[in-house]
């Protein structure tokens, strides 16, 4: 190993847990594979979870909010996951389906339920609760903004 790797170890090694914690959860651009590596490999060896070390380190009010907010990554995630398998999964799904039965139903069938997907996982997304007052981050009975920055009900800023 060249000194600059050996080096980069130990100064992980010598990392407390929240600052191990910090380092994996920020943008991973900001550090090379490497240091990545080595950093999710001694929170292995100190057998913690990012989780564990979250938790341990976060005041009561934030802890709710954390979870809160871990909900809304969640329901994001799914989101643009049905949102990008659209078209491949169409693709892949129905067009076999429709081969081998000799109908072109099959890919509207499959079209049409990805699209079903698609509205619950949206309106799942949309009616996500505000960690601070409760009621829809995003939504009031007469309005609706996606992109909101800010609770449309309390103005909590996002990820706070």
Not at 45 to 72: H, M, S
Not at 130 to 143: A, E, Q, T, V
Request: net charge positive; glycine share 6%.
């Amino acid at each position: 190993m060249s000194d600059e790797i050996i080096e980069l170890r130990r100064r992980i090694e010598g990392l407390s847990d929240e600052e191990l914690s910090i380092m994996l959860t920020a943008e991973s651009d900001q550090y090379r594979p490497i240091a990545l590596g080595y950093a999710s490999s001694e929170l292995k060896r100190r057998k913690l979870t990012l989780d564990e070390i979250g938790v341990r380190t976060l005041p009561e009010a934030d802890r709710i909010y954390a979870t809160q907010w871990n909900e809304y990554r969640k329901r994001r995630r799914l989101f643009w996951l049905v949102f990008a398998t659209y078209v491949p999964g169409v693709a892949i799904i129905g067009v076999p389906l429709a081969r081998l039965f000799r109908t072109g139903i099959l890919v509207g069938v499959t079209a049409g339920l990805w699209m079903l997907a698609f509205v619950v996982t949206a309106n799942y997304l949309g009616f996500w609760k505000c960690p601070r007052c409760g009621k829809p981050f995003f939504r009031k009975w007469w309005y609706h903004n996606s992109f909101a920055r800010k609770c449309v009900h309390c103005e909590l800023r996002k990820w706070t």
